[in-house]
Structures are given as C-alpha cells and as structure tokens.
C-alpha cells in the first residue's frame, strides 16, 4: 500500500462499468499507476475500448451485471476499493429505457453498497442529472439531489 499525503492508496480496484466511456478512461490510467484492476461489466456497448490493455497481467476483465448481487460480491470479495460507473446515463437514456434505468442505477447501485465490506472504499461517479434542474446553474455537496 502506497501513503499519499494523508490517503492511503489501495492496489487491488473493482470498476464497474470499465468497458464504458468513463471506465475506458480510468482503466488505463489505474494500470499504468500499478493497480490491480478488475473490470466488471455488462459489455452493453462491447468490450473493444479495453482491448489495447487485456494482455497486461494486472488486468482481469469479468462479464457481470450489477443486479446478480451473489457474483457481484464474489468478485468484490478481494478488491480494496470499488469505483462504480456502472449505469444508464443521461435524461434521454434514462426516459427511453425507464425500467431498466431504475433497476441497474438503483437496484445495481444498492446491490454494490449491500456487499461492501467495512475495510472496502466506494467511489461512487454521477452525472449532473441526479440533480435535475438547479435554479442558479451552480451545483454543491448541499445541493439536493431530485432526478
């Protein structure tokens, strides 16, 4: 474990939703700082932005689905952290596909913190969506959440 001023910094890292736009990015940026990084995804929109990366043995890619909660917890078993990017984004999306939106953004999300261990970090990523439509334009941590 590496220490960073006052943050402790784990090396074995769960991404949920690492095949996608957000995840894609981060991946390799995790590899290239020496993390162990497993990628937990669905592949709704394919696997091909990892591929440049699936030889590197610190890698580990697992198709999963964050509503099946027993192989979810199984595979966040040995990870000391888990970024959650995982999920249907965006107002048109969200309209479009409603049901599925609902369960893999709120039963998806529940089912993640459910299975955290009490020595495990979530990173938890949103859109400014969860926030609807904020008055001034300007959103902070007071700022009420209304999707």
Known sequence: MEINGNCALQKRVLVTGGAGYLGSTLVPMLLQRGYDVKVYDKFL??????????????????????????FLAKHMFDCDAII???????????????????????????NIVDSLAPDQYLVYASTGSCYGAVQNGICDEKTRISP
């Open 45 to 70: 929109w394919g696997a091909a932005p990892l591929l440049p990366h699936a030889a590197n043995p610190h890698l580990q890619i697992v198709h999963g689905d964050i509503l099946d909660k027993d």
């Open 84 to 110: 959650h990017l995982a999920a249907i984004v965006g107002y048109p999306a969200c309209e479009k596909f409603k049901d599925e939106a609902l369960k893999i953004n709120v039963q998806g999300t529940k």
